[in-house]
T-cell receptor
């Protein structure tokens, strides 16, 4: 089956700096890669996603890049703000409705 | 509009007891997913429903775990004879249809088995 690894497990940045979270996957059949933000006491929210036929996608301060050859994808957050502090999860979809998740990255943005 | 809701938000139980967790998906969403998140771990897929049927039960960790969905809406996840290793946050998500990738997650049920 698919195996998704996520690094780092914790990340602390100064407000205004950029944050990068990386994930690798094992199965080349994976074709869809969403990123979720999980805040304490709230459900996880989809913040950005990318399909395997695209190399990069950007939405305001958030971007995701995908390298299919190397089987890794990354989340980039620029101009970080304290409200970006949360746990971020990457995921890879291999079957139509089965998702494999990374172990999460706790991002702390210091004001 | 209303999102995915789960109840209870927290549950403390004794080892060996049965527990039932509930998920109310977004109205009209035909696909429903259960995940488990243990401390420091990623989300672990448990089961997926399309309507009332569960084509993929491969993620259920043991025969103590079962789930059902009625009326294409509410789903319950039942854990029988709970064990301490069942302690985790159980998350439910729904999506509009089986072909839609956007999953909307509930806030989760935090289960603690003493």
């Amino acid at each position: 089956g698919e195996n998704v690894e996520q690094h780092p497990s914790t990340l602390s940045v100064q407000e205004g700096d950029s944050a990068v979270i990386k994930c690798t996957y094992s199965d080349s059949a994976s074709n869809y890669f969403p990123w979720y933000k999980q805040e304490l006491g709230k459900g996880s929210q989809l913040i950005i996603d990318i399909r395997s036929n695209v190399g990069e996608k950007k939405d305001q301060r958030i971007a995701v890049t995908l390298n299919k050859t190397a089987k890794h994808f990354s989340l980039h957050i620029t101009e970080t703000q304290p409200e970006d502090s949360a746990v971020y999860f990457c995921a890879a979809r291999i079957n139509f409705n089965k998702f494999y998740f990374g172990s999460g990255t706790k991002l702390n943005v210091k004001p | 509009g209303a999102g995915v809701s789960q109840s209870p938000s927290n549950k403390v139980t004794e080892k060996g007891k049965d527990v039932e967790l509930r998920c109310d998906p977004i109205s009209g969403h035909t696909a429903l997913y259960w995940y488990r998140q243990s401390l420091g771990q990623g989300l672990e897929f448990l089961i997926y429903f399309q309507g009332n049927s569960a084509p993929d039960k491969s993620g259920l960790p043991s025969d103590r775990f079962s789930a059902e969905r009625t009326g294409g809406s509410v789903s319950t996840l039942t854990i029988q004879r709970t064990q301490q290793e069942d302690s985790a946050v159980y998350l439910c998500a729904s999506s509009l249809a089986g072909g839609s990738e956007t999953q909307y997650f509930g806030p989760g049920t935090r289960l603690l088995v003493l």
